[in-house]
């Protein structure tokens, strides 16, 4: 069975283009992600993208605000190397003049968890978090581990 290796793309619908640009650009400036438009179905789109994915935005077709606690996503987190990396990409963040926490460790997800949090213009929950040793010996040991 092939394996699947990673997100190829995600799409986030947002309620004004324009706004959702604005704050995107200099997010993604941070992350080291480059950006492409193109248009479907007569859509604009705006995509982000790195060697490993797209981050896609597209126009809404309703008002709706999102609900992170309705069906749906929550959030979505992002992974850097090291703790270091997560303190560094939080404050480029904030001083791109985005609202993100300070890196903190958050024990009561993993010993060794770190992340900075923040939100988009439409209130999709936004993290960065360090690559943790759990996830690293999931990754490297996959085979021995079993499931």
């Known amino acids: 069975m092939p394996e699947i290796i990673g997100f190829d793309h995600i799409y986030i ?18 992350l080291g992600f480059r950006k492409n438009t193109f248009a479907i179905g007569g859509d604009p789109h705006i995509q982000y993208f790195n060697r490993h994915f797209g981050y896609v935005l597209r126009p809404a077709r309703t008002a709706a605000a999102h609900d992170a606690y309705a069906p749906g996503l929550h959030h979505l987190c992002r992974r850097v190397e090291s703790v270091q990396d997560v303190v560094d990409v939080a404050e480029q963040i904030q001083a791109a003049g985005i609202a993100a926490t300070n890196a903190a460790l958050h024990p009561g997800y993993a010993s060794d968890y770190w992340s900075t949090f923040f939100s988009d213009p439409d209130g999709i929950r936004l993290e960065v978090t360090n690559y943790r040793q759990e996830r690293r010996e999931r990754h490297d040991r996959w085979e021995e581990i079993g499931g």
């Open 13 to 30: 619908t947002v309620s004004d283009m324009a706004r959702s640009e604005a704050f995107y650009d200099r997010l993604m400036r941070v």
